[in-house]
């Protein structure tokens, strides 16, 4: 799509990144968790593989250990310099590139795979959906898109009582501050399980798999349909 005055400013998000590194930030197990994520998506030597809002490119650097070339996206060049120190200290060749969900560059039908995860939050519903297309139309026919992020399960009454949850399990767990949580209840864009779905087999996908068992999370796995005839 050509650039246009109305167009969604992607880098705006940019400069939440402090809020950011801090939901991103290395975690022990971060590694295990992709790599047997990939090993379930069936990741093989050769295949073209993007992560699309990459972060500090753990799971793009699985994913070339395992033999995949690698595009990791993101439109934070501080996440990316990360990602890049990340995948060269355990000598894996990912391509880095500075672009976002509504501007990564791709060849049509060309990718095996394409991962995102915590990413598509960033934007509102409309350029969600404008996103998921360009996935759409990145990925092969037959080829799978796997996609996490934060969406809710329940309609607004149940928010506070999930959201206080959801921000003490991860202030807990996973070393999360406050301040991450309220950033994102307040600034950013999550929307209903629902609504994601429904966009997903709006712009053509299949949906194999939604998955909605961590506080506020969704996990989705959708499959673009092989050629058809
Ligand atoms: C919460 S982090 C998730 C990073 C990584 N995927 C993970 O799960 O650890 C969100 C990432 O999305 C990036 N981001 C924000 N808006 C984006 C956009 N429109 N397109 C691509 N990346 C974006 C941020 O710079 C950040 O690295």
Redesign the pocket.
């Known amino acids: 799509m050509l650039a246009r005055d109305w167009y969604y400013n992607?880098r705006r998000?940019?400069g939440i990144?402090r809020a950011?590194a801090s939901?991103?930030g290395p975690s022990d197990d971060n590694d295990v968790r992709a790599r047997a994520a990939l090993t379930r998506l069936g990741v093989k030597p050769g295949w073209r593989v993007a992560d699309?809002?990459?972060?500090?490119g753990?799971l793009a650097t699985e994913a070339a250990l395992l033999g995949a070339q690698v595009d990791a996206?993101?439109?934070?060049p501080a996440?990316l310099a990360l990602a890049d120190v990340y995948a060269r200290d355990r000598r894996a060749a990912i391509r880095t590139q500075s672009a976002?969900?509504?501007s990564f560059a791709y060849a049509p039908s060309s990718y095996d795979l394409i991962v995102s995860?915590?990413?598509l939050h960033?934007?509102p519903d409309f350029w969600k959906a404008v996103a998921l297309a360009r996935i759409h139309g990145a990925l092969k026919p037959g080829a799978n898109f796997y996609l996490r992020d934060i969406v809710f399960v329940r309609m607004p009454d149940g928010s506070e009582r999930d959201v206080e949850q959801w921000a003490d399990f991860h202030v807990k767990n996973h070393d999360f501050e406050r301040d991450s949580v309220v950033t994102h209840m307040r600034d950013e864009y999550s929307t209903f399980g629902w609504v994601i779905e429904r966009m997903l087999t709006e712009v053509g996908f299949i949906l194999e798999q939604a998955d909605y068992h961590a506080p506020l999370h969704g996990t989705y796995l959708l499959r673009k349909p092989d050629k058809q005839g």
């Open positions: 992607e998000q940019v990144d950011v939901i991103c699309i809002g990459c972060g500090n753990v996206v993101d439109i934070s996440m976002g969900l509504l995860e915590f990413t960033h934007l």
